[in-house]
C-alpha cells in the first residue's frame, strides 16, 4: 500500500506546488508545469500522461498538489451542487446493454410503465422537496405512440416552468420506431423548452455500454 497520508484538506490547503516541486522527479515535474503553465491538460504528451496516470510516492503527492492548486485557479473555492430527482418512466427494454441493471421485458412481472399523470406526480413531489431539475430517464420500449417523449416533457415544463429537466438521451427516439417527422418535432420542443443537458456518450464509451449498435446514437446522428 501506498503512503498516502498526506491526503488530508488541512496538508493539502497548506501546500502549494512551489512548496512540493523540489520532492518530484523531472520527468513529472516538468509535465505538471507544463499544465500549470497553459492552465490546460490538454499540452500534455501522451507519454506524459501515462506517466502522470503512474506515479506513485512524492510524484503522486506533487500531481495531487498541482491538481489542487489548478483546479483553485481554474474554478475558486466555492462547491455548489443540484437537487435533482431521476424519473425512470419505464424499465421495459430491449436492448439488453450494461448501462443499467433493472431493465426488464415487457412480459415481466415487474415491468412497470408510468402514465404522463405519473410522471406529473413525481415532478410535484420533486418540487415540495426543493428540487431545481428532473432528469428523465427509463428504458428503450418497443412501439411506443409518436410523440410520448414530447409529451413527457411538456407534462414537466407545465409543472415545473422555471426548472431544468435533464437528460434527454437521443437513443429512445432513434430506436423506438419514432418517424423523422415527429422525431424532428421533438427535437424543436426540446429547444423551445429549454432542456438542460443532452446525454450523448462519446463514440467508444458507447460501444462499451451497448450491445446492439442499433442502441447507440452518434452525436452527429442527432445533431
Known amino acids: 500500500m501506498y503512503d498516502i497520508s498526506w491526503a488530508n ?20 515535474r516538468t509535465a505538471l508545469e507544463k499544465v500549470l503553465s497553459a492552465l490546460d491538460g490538454s ?3 501522451r507519454e506524459e500522461c501515462l506517466a502522470l496516470a503512474s506515479c506513485s510516492g512524492d510524484d503522486l ?11 483553485r485557479q481554474l474554478v475558486g473555492d466555492v462547491v455548489s451542487y443540484v ?18 441493471a433493472f431493465s ?26 426543493g428540487a ?19 409529451d413527457i416533457l411538456r407534462a414537466v415544463k407545465s409543472l415545473m416552468p422555471a426548472e431544468n429537466t435533464g437528460s434527454i ?3 429512445p427516439v432513434s430506436t423506438s420506431g419514432i418517424s423523422s417527422k415527429p422525431a424532428s418535432k421533438l427535437r424543436r ?25 442499433s442502441a447507440s446514437t452518434t452525436p452527429m446522428a442527432w445533431l
Open 169 to 171: 438521451i437521443p437513443n
Open 9 to 28: 484538506q488541512p496538508t493539502l490547503q497548506s501546500v502549494t506546488w512551489d512548496g512540493a516541486r523540489q520532492r518530484v522527479s523531472s520527468p513529472v
Open 43 to 45: 499540452v500534455l504528451t
Open 104 to 129: 426488464v421485458g415487457p412480459r415481466d412481472e415487474t415491468a412497470y410503465f408510468l402514465s404522463l399523470d405519473e410522471v406529473a406526480q413525481k415532478c410535484r413531489e420533486a418540487e415540495q422537496w
Open 132 to 150: 431545481t431539475e428532473v432528469c428523465i430517464q427509463g428504458g428503450l420500449p418497443r412501439n411506443l405512440p409518436p410523440f410520448y417523449y414530447r
Open 189 to 213: 420542443t426540446v429547444a423551445t423548452i429549454r432542456v438542460m443537458k443532452m446525454k450523448i456518450s462519446h463514440p467508444r464509451i458507447q460501444k462499451k455500454l451497448h450491445t446492439s449498435t
Open 61 to 71: 503527492f506533487g500531481l495531487v498538489v498541482a491538481a489542487n492548486q489548478l483546479r
Open 83 to 100: 437537487v435533482t430527482r431521476n424519473i425512470n418512466f419505464t424499465n421495459v427494454c430491449f436492448v439488453g446493454c450494461k448501462f443499467c
